[in-house]
């Protein structure tokens, strides 16, 4: 990566970072995790936009992830409506 390149995508780049601890920190909380989740490091230096690779999961995990997010939406949605 230029420096250039390197200066421009510094915070691209912390965000991500950022952004996998804090998902796979709240998933540990509510015991589900995604056990390959990270950062691509290479399409980021590449195209200095920085994906996040969710990976593969068991099953039982992705259904726990799901709960999750569905009881989520359900909270959300009593909050938006009251």
């Known amino acids: 990566m230029g420096a250039i390149l390197n200066r421009a995508t510094a ?27 990270e950062v691509d490091w290479n399409y980021g230096r590449l195209t200095g936009a920085y994906l996040i690779e969710l990976g593969s999961a068991r099953t039982v995990q992705i259904l726990r992830i799901t709960d999750l997010l569905r009881k989520g939406l359900r909270l959300e949605r009593q909050a938006d409506a009251g």
């Open 11 to 37: 915070e691209q780049r912390r965000e991500a970072a950022l952004a996998v601890e804090d998902l796979v920190a709240v998933l540990a909380l509510a015991g589900a995790k995604l056990p390959s989740v």
